[in-house]
């Protein structure tokens, strides 16, 4: 029992949302992407699509609210390199689609919440 706590207080300890940088001089180290202020009609197929214009896409997701199925206007996309995720984030942050200027960097970390 006394072993469980002792382990418990140093996992309590631990600092969340460490992880490997996204940035390693100036170079992109992490290949998925968030891509912001999409039109609230974009699929993850014209997301897709729109990224391939880049390189290889291995996945590319609209996130949606969960009671109404509509878009929450942004999205993920995961590219197969650094460098086409480099490029990517050159290419399209800034860009306007329909009328809407798309924010594209580096995806962070998703950071632990707490229960509701």
Do not use: H
């Not at 996992?11 to 170079?27: D, E, N, W």
């Not at 999409?38 to 729109?50: A, G, I, R």
Request: glycine share 8%; net charge positive; proline share 6%.
């Amino acid at each position: 029992m006394f072993k469980l706590a002792r382990v418990w207080k140093v996992l309590v300890r631990l600092p969340i949302g460490k992880g490997p940088p996204l940035c390693y001089k100036g170079k992109v180290v992490n290949k998925k992407l968030y891509v912001g202020n999409l039109p609230y009609k974009t699929t993850s197929d014209q997301l897709q699509e729109m990224f391939a214009q880049a390189g290889s896409v291995t996945s590319a997701t609209v996130i949606s609210d969960k009671f109404s199925g509509r878009s929450k206007g942004f999205g993920f996309v995961e590219m197969a390199t650094e460098d086409e995720a480099s490029k990517a984030i050159s290419m399209f942050n800034g860009n306007e689609m329909e009328g809407r200027k798309l924010i594209v960097n580096e995806a962070r970390p998703a950071t632990p919440r707490p229960m509701r």
